[in-house]
T-cell receptor, first 114, second 114 residues
């Protein structure tokens, strides 16, 4: 969805490095999410945010941190990357007023940790 | 843990045939959603069915929901080569008395043979 963008689209890094993935949205949605996808698996929720400076842990938050400094931006950080964090990362948004939690996804960031 | 589980994991059919995918889930739900993912891309919302609905249609898509069996099915009629993708069911997680992210199944990889 062009309204949700992620940068970078691809990143290769080394074990121990700090990495930040950025997500921006122009949909005006208050809710934002970070998921990771591993081969052959569905998506798993890492963190989510209902509003600026609101941060909530998801299913697999260990090893990750997030920041929501503005409504339109939600960044995901890996403080010290490890190889099992190699995955496809997706940002998503949803509109509280829609009341159904339908989510709109970005194109994904493919992260490889060597 | 994965809330939804799709089956089959993979499905290959001829163009023009109908494709049926099933999803089972574990807890009570407000709604169940189906998403589509083209290879390496973000997920796109296809259709949502509420817990008080039994069947819903959208174009060539037909979704059924059986809350007594905690299962749903997605039928794609008159399949096209462009329908080749992975299909995921998702249910809404709840916490703090409200909805947060989605819990996804592992997906069905559908291949439409021309």
């Amino acid at each position: 969805d062009a309204d949700v963008t992620q940068t970078p689209r691809n990143r290769i890094t080394k074990t121990g490095k700090r990495i930040m993935l950025e997500c921006s949205q122009t949909k005006g949605h208050d809710r934002m999410y970070w998921y990771r996808q591993d081969p052959g698996l569905g998506l798993r929720l890492i963190y989510y945010s209902f509003d600026v400076k609101d941060i909530n842990k998801g299913e697999i938050s260990d090893g990750y941190s997030v920041s929501r400094q503005a409504q339109a931006k939600f960044s995901l950080s890996l403080e010290s990357a490890i190889p099992n964090q190699t995955a496809l990362y997706f940002c998503a948004t949803s509109d509280l007023l829609a009341g159904n939690n339908e989510q709109f996804f970005g194109p994904g960031t493919r992260l490889t940790v060597l | 843990s994965q809330q939804g589980e799709e089956d089959p994991q993979a499905l290959s059919i001829q163009e023009g045939e109908n494709a049926t995918m099933n999803c089972s889930y574990k807890t009570s739900i407000n709604n169940l959603q189906w998403y589509r993912q083209n290879s390496g891309r973000g997920l796109v919302h296809l259709i949502l069915i509420r817990s008080n609905e039994r069947e819903k249609h959208s174009g060539r898509l037909r979704v059924t929901l059986d809350t007594s069996k905690k299962s749903s099915s997605l039928l794609i009629t008159a399949s096209r080569a462009a329908d080749t993708a992975s299909y995921f069911c998702a249910t809404v997680r709840t916490s703090r008395g409200g909805a947060d992210g989605l819990t996804f199944g592992k997906g069905t990889h559908l291949i439409i043979q021309p």
